[in-house]
């Protein structure tokens, strides 16, 4: 359930040239301070399945760059613009982190594509773009420290017979940026490229929901390993490190919110230092990247033994989120999702509406962890086969405690899977009673 904007999110969207240079030795580093860790026992069968992770390949990218044209023209865009994020990834392959510095990618729905760049960037540009779709080739446009970049994102757009009509611009870019391209261009309307970026990665290919898959097994294996390890008197940040451990020895970088006790009420958590004590529960929330997809998994267990109440809300979550699993099928509503979820808890005295089950059931997960579309009342759109959402109905009581149970699931042909096993119980989250 983490937020669309969440630590690694942020950290990402926000590096600069520099800070982007000094990111592999902070991962060295990070990997050698996790090796030098006292290891646990229940760490021993971990080993990196890295090798299982098959990047997106060029020919695939080719195609979503045609199905985004065809996008286009049902959209009535003459083009569409990404600057640094993960669309101009899922397009492209090309990461690049935003700053104040205008770099983008216009895609038109005919012709080259063309790419504006700071000139003292131009190397780094090239170099990224030699392993994009585009090759080698592309045309680079750049500008000077004291020059107006989006005259070039004009001129380039002029030379495609792109002086009007509608240009679309990904809903993550900066309004300055968009706002400089509209002073650059102003016979040309601005219009959203949603219906082309949301409508070509809603649809998750073979490849991507292997990877997704794999990323979901790689947390599950990771939040057991530390489950397994957890001992009373532990921090918040203790058992938090245990998790982000675990993903590393696994071979992909991840990690969780850790919640405790009362405060497992806030689904999004608090600040304040939590102990882990005997009979209090815990709600853990998050996941790791794989080839740049997300996995998102909560589990909600509890050191010792726990308590009657806490039982009876656990059960009422299984049944909310195999009713949300039952309901997500091909031509349903996004909202009958949530709805039959919502039923469940509502029906069971938690309720009304959203008292107690305070967010959505479900957001669509890929390079982004919250992505389109939404699990929420109010949207109708249609499934499709091979969207991917998470299934996490929660209960939250203000002062005691909060569960949620939280899988990620792909629509198929006939209905709704999940890429892992369901929590069975309090006492026993994964399946088997642990030991040490």
């Given at each position: 359930?983490r937020?669309f904007?969440?630590?690694?999110?942020?950290?990402l969207?926000?590096?600069?040239?520099?800070?982007?240079?000094?990111?592999?030795?902070?991962?060295?580093?990070?990997?050698?301070?996790a090796?030098?860790r006292p290891?646990?026992?229940?760490?021993?069968?971990?080993?990196?399945?890295?090798?299982?992770?098959?990047?997106i390949?060029?020919?695939e990218?080719?195609?979503?760059?045609?199905?985004?044209?065809?996008?286009?023209?049902?959209?009535?865009?003459?083009g569409?613009?990404?600057?640094?994020?993960t669309?101009?990834?899922?397009?492209?392959n090309?990461?690049?982190?935003l700053?104040?510095?205008?770099f983008?990618?216009?895609?038109?729905?005919?012709?080259?594509?063309f790419?504006?760049?700071?000139a003292?960037?131009?190397?780094?540009?090239r170099?990224?773009?030699?392993?994009?779709?585009?090759?080698?080739?592309?045309?680079?446009?750049?500008?000077?420290?004291?020059?107006n970049?989006?005259?070039?994102?004009a001129?380039g757009?002029?030379?495609?017979?792109l002086?009007?009509?509608?240009?679309g611009?990904?809903?993550t870019v900066k309004?300055?940026?968009?706002?400089?391209?509209?002073?650059?261009?102003?016979?040309?309307?601005?219009?959203?490229?949603?219906?082309?970026t949301a409508?070509c990665?809603?649809?998750k290919?073979?490849?991507?929901?292997?990877?997704?898959?794999?990323?979901?097994?790689?947390?599950?294996?990771?939040?057991?390993?530390a489950?397994?390890?957890?001992?009373?008197?532990?921090?918040q940040?203790?058992f938090?490190?245990?998790?982000?451990?675990?993903?590393?020895?696994?071979?992909?970088?991840?990690?969780?919110?850790v919640?405790?006790?009362?405060?497992?009420?806030?689904?999004?958590?608090s600040?304040?230092?939590?102990v882990?004590?005997?009979g209090?529960?815990?709600?853990?929330?998050g996941g790791?990247t794989?080839?740049?997809?997300?996995?998102?998994?909560?589990?909600?267990?509890?050191?010792?033994k726990p308590?009657?109440?806490m039982r009876?809300?656990?059960?009422?979550?299984?049944?909310a989120q195999?009713?949300?699993?039952?309901?997500?099928?091909p031509?349903?509503?996004?909202?009958?999702?949530?709805?039959?979820?919502?039923?469940?808890?509502v029906?069971?005295?938690?309720?009304?509406?959203?008292?107690?089950?305070?967010?959505?059931?479900?957001?669509?997960i890929?390079?982004?962890?919250?992505?389109?579309?939404?699990?929420?009342?109010g949207?109708?759109?249609?499934?499709?086969p091979?969207?991917?959402?998470?299934?996490?109905?929660?209960?939250y009581?203000?002062?005691?405690?909060?569960?949620?149970?939280e899988?990620?699931?792909?629509?198929?042909?006939?209905?709704?899977?999940l890429f892992?096993t369901?929590?069975?119980?309090l006492?026993?989250?994964?399946?088997?009673r642990?030991?040490?």
């Amino acid at each position: 359930m983490r937020p669309f904007s969440r630590r690694r999110f942020l950290h990402l969207g926000s590096l600069t040239a520099a800070a982007a240079a000094v990111v592999p030795v902070r991962a060295q580093r990070q990997q050698g301070e996790a090796a030098a860790r006292p290891r646990p026992k229940s760490f021993a069968g971990l080993s990196s399945m890295k090798a299982r992770a098959k990047p997106i390949t060029a020919d695939e990218r080719r195609a979503r760059i045609a199905r985004a044209r065809e996008l286009m023209h049902e959209a009535a865009l003459g083009g569409i613009v990404l600057t640094g994020g993960t669309s101009l990834d899922y397009f492209s392959n090309i990461r690049w982190g935003l700053s104040e510095r205008f770099f983008a990618l216009v895609l038109p729905a005919t012709g080259n594509p063309f790419v504006v760049s700071p000139a003292f960037e131009e190397g780094r540009a090239r170099e990224q773009l030699a392993g994009s779709p585009f090759g080698e080739q592309v045309d680079v446009r750049v500008w000077q420290e004291d020059e107006n970049p989006y005259e070039r994102v004009a001129q380039g757009l002029r030379d495609r017979g792109l002086a009007t009509g509608r240009l679309g611009v990904e809903e993550t870019v900066k309004f300055v940026f968009s706002d400089g391209i509209h002073q650059a261009a102003p016979a040309l309307t601005i219009a959203s490229a949603t219906p082309v970026t949301a409508g070509c990665r809603m649809i998750k290919s073979p490849a991507e929901m292997a990877l997704m898959r794999l990323g979901s097994q790689v947390t599950i294996r990771a939040y057991e390993a530390a489950y397994r390890a957890m001992r009373e008197g532990m921090t918040q940040a203790d058992f938090g490190q245990l998790v982000s451990d675990a993903h590393e020895r696994l071979g992909f970088p991840g990690g969780a919110s850790v919640q405790v006790g009362a405060y497992s009420a806030l689904p999004h958590g608090s600040r304040t230092p939590q102990v882990i004590r005997d009979g209090t529960i815990l709600l853990i929330d998050g996941g790791c990247t794989v080839e740049g997809y997300h996995s998102d998994i909560s589990r909600t267990f509890v050191l010792g033994k726990p308590t009657d109440k806490m039982r009876k809300v656990f059960e009422i979550e299984q049944r909310a989120q195999k009713a949300a699993l039952a309901a997500a099928r091909p031509g349903v509503e996004a909202q009958s999702v949530d709805a039959a979820a919502r039923k469940v808890i509502v029906d069971a005295g938690y309720g009304p509406d959203y008292k107690y089950f305070t967010h959505r059931v479900g957001h669509g997960i890929g390079l982004d962890e919250h992505e389109w579309p939404y699990l929420v009342r109010g949207d109708a759109m249609r499934l499709k086969p091979q969207m991917v959402f998470s299934d996490e109905p929660g209960i939250y009581i203000p002062g005691e405690f909060g569960i949620r149970l939280e899988d990620d699931m792909h629509i198929t042909e006939s209905g709704a899977e999940l890429f892992t096993t369901p929590s069975p119980s309090l006492d026993e989250p994964f399946g088997h009673r642990a030991t040490d």
